[in-house]
């Protein structure tokens, strides 16, 4: 199968490198306006270079597009027009808006995903599992201040990748909303029922943090994004008072987690469901839905 990556930035480039790592791709090539870019990170992984986007699209079966956001929507749509199955990193598009005019441009046939990476996390799948009935959730995505990020905020930047797991692996019923916070900054609490979900994310942290924390009736579940490690705190067999002070013996559980790269998963599934002809598991209807409470989000706070 002959694969295409169009755009040779961060993201683009590790794009490429995990094709080249995997069975059933017989070339990989690149396209980015930037045509430095697009060699050095051709002559890093041993991989073509196009020197147009037509050119990529009249060679490869698949692609995956990795440009800034403000051009998803015109490179998706010249894409569709080929007929060409096609990975699209998160966010979808730049606007819900945008996002439902691509989904109406869809022909039949065609495999369409969307890179929100996180759900191929393997811990995902493992609360998934654990989850009986929680109390409380609380997730935090923060980062320390970036150059790279241009024109987004930290919304459908960085909290997207916990509003894709929110909706999509543990809740499908209606919510109520409250937020607050600026470009960099954002906090955000939906009331699912009778559940509290807590989202926070930043991009002026002095520490890189990816977490999930769970309350249960019978237990406390807690989880590391980057780790890809889950912890079950059980509450205590028994309460004691030594020295007027209490002790309780808490017993807690290291889940087994199979930690694997999550992007290698994901462009691996992408591969699989474009020879299958299946569905991809991210679907443009849930990233536009995704983009739809960012929206939402960024409205209640004026980010």
Known sequence: MEVGVLGAGNMGKNHIRVYTELKGISNVTVFDL????????????DVSVAGSMNELLNTVDAVSICVPTQYHFPVA??????????????????????????IRSISDGLVVGVGHI?????????????????????????????ARIEGSSVVEDLMIHDIDIVFNAFFQS???????GNGDICSALFQFGATPVYLSASRKSSKKVR????????????????????????????????????????IIEKVLVN???PLKVELKTFIDCVKSGEQFPITPEQAATNLQVCEEIKEKCTV
Request: aromatic fraction near 8%.
């Open 34 to 45: 930037d045509t430095q870019a697009a060699e050095r990170a051709a002559q890093t992984n």
């Open 77 to 102: 749509y010249e894409v569709l027009q080929k007929g060409i199955h096609m990975l699209i990193e998160k966010p979808i598009c730049l606007t819900a808006g945008d996002a439902h005019e691509l």
């Open 118 to 146: 996180e759900r191929f996390n393997p811990i995902v799948n493992e609360i998934k599992r654990i989850l009986k009935n929680p109390l409380y959730i609380e997730m935090k995505r923060h980062n320390p201040a970036s």
């Open 174 to 180: 209606d919510y109520e909303l409250k937020c607050s």
């Open 211 to 250: 977490m999930i924390y769970i309350e249960e009736e019978e237990c406390t579940i807690e989880g590391d994004f980057m780790n890809q490690e889950i912890f079950i705190h059980r509450k205590p067999g028994q309460y004691s008072l030594e020295n007027d002070r209490y002790i309780q013996e808490n």
């Open 259 to 261: 930690k694997t790269e």
